[in-house]
């Protein structure tokens, strides 16, 4: 019997004593365990967690025994069980109860016959979803019973609670443990260096991001041995006066100084004459201290990291004898690590950090101010190419003279080196070769990290604010709407995707789910045609195109009241009785650190506009064929040529970004053509291809050879169709197709040695970085990947697409409060009881009569009907359930406000109130849940639907978006 079935048969209910029960059985859908009269005992979720803590002790109890005690803990009965209910009761709402609830029944039943074969809950969670989508697989009546009947294991289990006290069975449930054994000893032995460089070698083998550097370690022990510093002077005999100096404390001026004349001794003072001794110190070793300088930046990324992390383990073993106390500096971190920390999991994370840091030299020069004069040792452990950086060069001028200055370098192939500054250079030690396909290979122990790493806690998330819609789209699922363009932001730090209907998305690189971004709105008109993402300092601008009331003349977004009308009557768009508004070019400034939007209108829309960002020069430029458009100088919002007279010291820097926009700015979009035209007029570069599969850049920023890509031996490139190139940079990035072949080719400059390839749908977008350090492309799964140019295939960072469902039926009911969300044959109900939201699933196979629906005729969401569709949104009783296409349920009154917003996915599901509270699937709300976040909902839909002042209004709503 394999694993599964073990599990399943673990999972199915022995008859007969789920007939002493009361006749427990799994539901038809086997979502859930109910009773003989109808009641749910524990849904699957709740027994999943309760048998996590079960299971958690070789000692396996029987399934039959964990559902006898939650029936004790769940139902009244006989009053030798009563402190077990008291106790269950009294720790409602406590974190993890359920896993608690399984240890707690574990410790119980320890001295019962334990089930026979391994039981694990990796098992038990795959049979339960196999059970839900198959049905069983094993006959109850072949199931045998446990080894002990209901009566004989009430006995015991009242003979073991005579040992727990009210108190003892409440800590149980909220902490998993008895009273008093987690404590430590007030006095600990305190830990060296190498025993927690021992620990953190331990911990690096379970990590799949450090386990390749723990291989290397061995390794690299012998290669990084740093030469020893030059002998010092023979020591004097001690005992007497080694010298006499003209400087010294006062308590070592030579005896006969005393005899001088007072107004000569202070003269001799004052010009520094005084004669003091100085004493014969004993000899003692120099042992200098170890600073280590890990570089974590974009040249580093891949397999160069795994060896710089394990050079890092090797030179942290320091040997007390030679070397004094070590220190480690990261780019990735402002400060010093701190390598005693009492939890190595946080250095183990900074370990294996990366970040977009193009080299070491900040870093180097923050780790070299920190001395004092006393000796030190440091070692940059970086790429060959950082070495050479203008920024490195200058930080390695400020060591000081008792310093030495080393550096450790891996590259792409393996090949490392060991040098040393010094007076006329760098000097190469000992060179040496590190197997990064071992490395690369090695897979972790076992992985202690959870399955869903944006469980951790994360910092509360400012709202936007500025001239953003009035409605958020606080979850964040992931990719909600398919990305056709993408921005970076100047830096490299941050990723705007842009989707259909001007949908955006925030992606940073720090492992975080993203964001959906509000879009750029104003006066009742939201940006819904995007054109162009352009990257920014801080931040990004989203250009295209919008009628936006109101001309070019700026104007504050109206206050969403008046927007709103008196219940009965539609609401009627602003403007909808005037003329249409023509089209205008439109730029949104996205400032990221300040989470603000600016909206700045340019003029009349032109189908030929060409947009372009000269982000040294903080401007943006949009120009047609005809040479019309104008500069934005994002600082001052200064433009040019802008009507009327100029003001010189607004328009400097824009004047500048408009006589570059001629040229364009990199990434450039190259037209393809396949032949040479007699008499260009292109300013900016373009490809000339032709079918013998040799490419040539005409006009680029900098000289191209002709590159001709092979494989095989064979130009590879002869006959493709190409779909899209674009160049930034020393990069060129080519979407072509080719014999069935559908690829994203990326070659560098100026040789046009080809850096990678990879699978790319030809209608799919992708982008390259200002600089052509970093590619975002869209798969064919429809999920962002951000690559390093230099290795397309090893992306940094993955979002996959949400999936969430655009076609949602929604039945609502005011008194009392009752939210139904159906997807197909999904039925998600909440509801609120005890002043706590509850949430409620259900799969209903059976065709249901749509019912008659009211509708909405005021919301705060009637800007966008093609994002909030009309003819879908409910209204009942002074209320609105309005529908969102990208998949979420708003709750509004009748005056505007936002009370709270719903999404589903299956039998996921979530929610938020203003404030930036979350309830729900982590996978959802992108984070862990609010504490409480279950009685703070249902407190504001309660207050709400009594007309409190507690509840939100929509211009709040705006303000307050963003996960907490």
Request: net charge neutral; with cysteine; glycine share 8%.
């Amino acid at each position: 019997m394999n694993e599964l079935d073990r599990a399943e048969q673990y999972l199915t209910i022995p008859p007969q004593y789920g007939a002493e029960l009361g006749g427990l059985w799994w539901s038809s859908r086997r979502d859930a365990i109910e009773r003989r009269d109808g009641t749910t005992l524990a849904v699957a979720d709740e027994i999943r967690t309760v048998l996590e803590g079960a299971l958690a002790h070789p000692a396996v109890p029987a399934f039959a025994f964990v559902l006898n005690v939650l029936c004790l803990m769940k139902s009244d009965g006989e009053p030798r069980f009563a402190p077990l209910r008291q106790a269950y009761a009294n720790t409602r709402g406590v974190t993890a109860r359920g896993r608690n609830v399984g240890l707690l029944i574990a410790r119980l039943c320890r001295d019962l016959p334990r089930v026979p074969g391994a039981i694990k809950i990796e098992d038990v969670t795959v049979a339960l979803r196999s059970l839900r989508m198959y049905g069983p697989h094993t006959r109850p009546e072949a199931v045998e019973e446990p080894p002990l009947t209901r009566a004989e294991f009430e006995h015991h289990l009242a003979d073991q609670l005579t040992h727990f006290d009210s108190t003892a069975l409440v800590h149980w449930l909220t902490h998993g443990c008895a009273p008093g054994t987690g404590g430590r000893e007030l006095a600990e032995r305190a830990e060296t260096l190498p025993e927690r460089v021992v620990k953190l070698l331990a911990l690096a083998r379970k990590r799949a991001r450090l386990v390749g550097a723990a291989a290397l370690v061995p390794a690299l022990d012998a290669a990084l041995t740093l030469p020893p510093r030059g002998r010092p002077p023979n020591a004097l005999p001690l005992g007497g006066y080694c010298d006499v100096t003209t400087r010294g404390d006062p308590e070592r001026l030579l005896p006969g100084q005393f005899a001088l004349d007072p107004d000569e001794f202070v003269r001799r003072f004052a010009a520094s004459e005084l004669l003091y001794f100085k004493r014969e110190e004993p000899h003692e070793a120099v042992r200098p201290e170890r600073i280590i300088v890990l570089d974590q930046g974009v040249r580093t990324w891949g397999s160069v990291r795994l060896a710089l992390a394990a050079a890092a383990f090797a030179l942290l073993r320091v040997d007390a004898k030679r070397s004094g106390p070590a220190r480690l500096f990261t780019t990735s971190s402002a400060d010093a690590i701190e390598l005693l920390h009492p939890n190595p999991t946080t250095i183990a994370e900074r370990l294996e950090a990366s970040d977009l840091t193009p080299n070491p030299g900040e870093c180097l020069a923050r780790a070299l101010g920190t001395g004092g004069g006393e000796p030190r040792d440091i070692i940059v452990l970086t790429h060959p190419r950082n070495l050479r950086e203008p920024s490195v060069t200058s930080a390695t001028a400020e060591y000081g003279p008792n310093d030495r200055l080393f550096a450790v370098t891996v590259d792409e192939t393996g090949r490392a080196e060991l040098s040393q500054w010094a007076p006329h250079g760098v000097q190469a030690l000992r060179s040496f070769r590190v197997d990064l396909v071992a490395a690369e290979a090695a897979r972790p122990e076992s992985d202690p990290r959870p399955a869903h790493p944006r469980t951790a806690s994360r910092a509360p998330a400012l709202s936007w604010s500025g001239d953003v819609e009035p409605v958020p789209f606080p979850f964040r699922p992931g990719i909600v709407s398919e990305p056709l363009h993408f921005g970076f932001a100047a830096h490299c730090n941050w990723l705007v995707a842009a989707g259909r209907d001007g949908v955006l998305h925030g992606l940073a690189f720090d492992g975080s789910a993203p964001e959906v971004l509000p879009r750029p709105y104003r006066n009742g008109a939201v940006l819904r045609q995007v054109d162009a993402v352009l990257g920014a300092t801080g931040g990004v601008v989203v250009c295209g195109r919008m009628s936006v009331p109101g001309g070019t003349t700026v104007i504050a977004p109206a206050p969403q009241a008046e927007t709103l009308h008196a219940a009965g009557t539609p609401i009627v768009a602003s403007g909808a009785s005037e003329p249409p508004v023509a089209e205008q070019l439109v730029a949104a400034h996205y400032d990221r650190e300040a989470r603000r939007v600016t909206l700045h209108v340019l003029g009349p829309a032109a189908s030929d506009a060409h947009w372009s960002a000269h982000s040294d020069l903080h401007c943006i430029t949009v120009r047609t064929a005809s040479g019309t458009g104008c500069a934005l100088d994002l600082g001052t919002h200064g433009r040019f040529p802008f009507p009327g007279p100029p003001v010189s010291t607004l328009i400097s820097l824009a004047c500048l970004a408009w006589d570059r926009a001629v040229y364009g700015a990199p990434p450039f979009e190259l037209p393809v053509v396949t032949q040479f035209p007699s008499t260009s007029t292109w300013a900016t570069p373009f490809l000339l291809h032709t079918n013998r599969g040799a490419i040539t850049i005409q006009q680029p920023p900098t000289a191209w050879r002709t590159p001709a890509p092979l494989r095989d031996g064979k130009l590879f490139l002869a006959g493709a169709e190409f779909h899209r190139v674009q160049l930034a940079g020393d990069v060129l990035a080519l979407s072509y197709s080719n014999a069935g072949e559908r690829n994203l080719l990326l070659l560098r400059g100026p040789d046009g040695d080809v850096l990678g390839e990879v699978q790319h749908p030809p209608r799919n977008a992708f982008a390259l970085s200002a600089n052509g350090m970093l590619l975002a492309r869209c798969d064919a799964l429809h999920a962002v990947v951000v690559t390093d140019t230099a290795v397309p295939a090893q992306p940094i960072a993955t979002e996959a697409h949400a999936a969430l469902h655009n076609g949602l039926q929604v039945d609502f009911n005011a008194t009392p409060f009752m939210l139904t969300i159906k997807i197909g044959g999904h039925q998600h109900r909440f509801r609120t009881e005890a002043g706590a939201l509850h949430y409620a699933s259900r799969w209903e196979v059976t065709e249901q009569a749509k019912p008659q629906r009211t509708m909405a005729y005021y919301s705060p969401a009637n800007y966008d009907p093609v994002r909030f569709p009309l003819r879908e949104s409910v209204y009942v009783d002074g209320w609105s359930a309005i529908v969102d296409r990208l998949g979420q349920v708003l709750l509004s009154r009748r005056d505007g406000s936002l009370v709270a917003a719903f999404v589903v996915r299956r039998e996921r599901a979530a929610a938020w109130i203003p404030g930036g509270v979350f309830w729900g699937d982590v996978r959802l709300i992108g984070g862990p849940a609010t504490p409480d976040a279950d009685k703070k909902i249902g407190r504001a839909i309660l207050d709400a639907g009594e007309n409190r002042g507690s509840t939100v209004s929509a211009g709040s709503a705006r303000a307050d978006h963003q996960p907490g």
